[in-house]
């Protein structure tokens, strides 16, 4: 789990690196421009990190049910050699899939006027500004967002499984426990895997309207709400926490 959290934090802090930096610059100074090549390595970076959260927080789901469904094999097949891997894994896939999508962007010209009605370097924004025929780009990128998204999001169905298996266990407080463990973590997928779909699972088509709110979300609700769950709400950071202060 610990191997998870770190990369979990590790990816969060460059997560929104990709994005608040600029932001807080655009809200501070009457600098409110972007070049194109920031404009898409921004885009590139949100991508990638946004789908490696998603394949990430799936593997979290996974690793829980082998811990309370499958305990007895739970040390052969989640040890301390094949997380990293996992981890490893869903890093490294990610940052390589957007790849074709980004470089098609490149290739599309941009005409006024330049204005992104969006916080961030989003694709919609990017696709609406483009005087060339974009429609296989936006297919292909969201077709490869739709996927990550929806396969990591079917693998939180695990929950329900947990959700069974807890129900049947004898002990009350090993019940309370294992659904305090669940709830928390399935509040933040439900959160950050609803906001994303909604956001990005839909054909490539033309919108009128913007999804600021939306994006607000997974840009500002589930940073602030991460912390509060894989480290307050448990015992043993607390613990640790409480020995550093005396």
Not at 20 to 33: F, I, N, W, Y
Request: net charge positive; proline share 5%.
């Amino acid at each position: 789990m610990y191997t998870f959290l770190r990369n979990l934090s590790f990816l969060e802090i460059w997560f929104r690196r990709a994005r608040v930096p600029k932001l807080l610059a655009t809200c501070l100074s009457e600098a409110v421009t972007i070049l194109v090549p920031t404009c898409i390595a921004q885009f590139y970076l949100f991508f990638s990190m946004g789908s490696t959260e998603c394949i990430l927080l799936a593997v979290m789901a996974y690793d829980q049910y082998m811990a309370i469904c499958s305990h007895l094999c739970y040390t052969l097949l989640m040890n301390a050699h094949i997380c990293p891997k996992f981890s490893a894994g869903s890093q490294i896939g990610e940052f390589i899939a957007p790849l074709p999508t980004i470089i098609l962007i490149s290739h599309l010209n941009f005409c006024g006027p330049q204005k992104i009605n969006h916080f961030f370097c989003d694709s919609d924004p990017i696709f609406k500004l483009s005087c060339s025929d974009a429609f296989f780009v936006e297919a292909l990128g969201y077709t490869c967002s739709s996927v990550v998204i929806l396969s990591s999001f079917i693998l939180t169905f695990s929950y329900a499984n947990i959700v069974a298996t807890v129900v049947r266990l004898a002990s009350p407080e090993a019940q309370k426990k294992s659904f305090s463990t669940c709830a928390s973590q399935l509040t933040v997928v439900t959160i950050y895997c609803g906001t994303v779909i909604f956001a990005y699972v839909h054909p490539p088509a033309r919108y009128n309207f913007t999804i600021d709110t939306v994006s607000m979300f997974y840009c500002v609700v589930t940073p602030l709400v991460n912390p509060l769950i894989y480290t307050l709400r448990n015992q043993e950071v607390k613990k640790s926490f409480r020995k550093f202060l005396a």
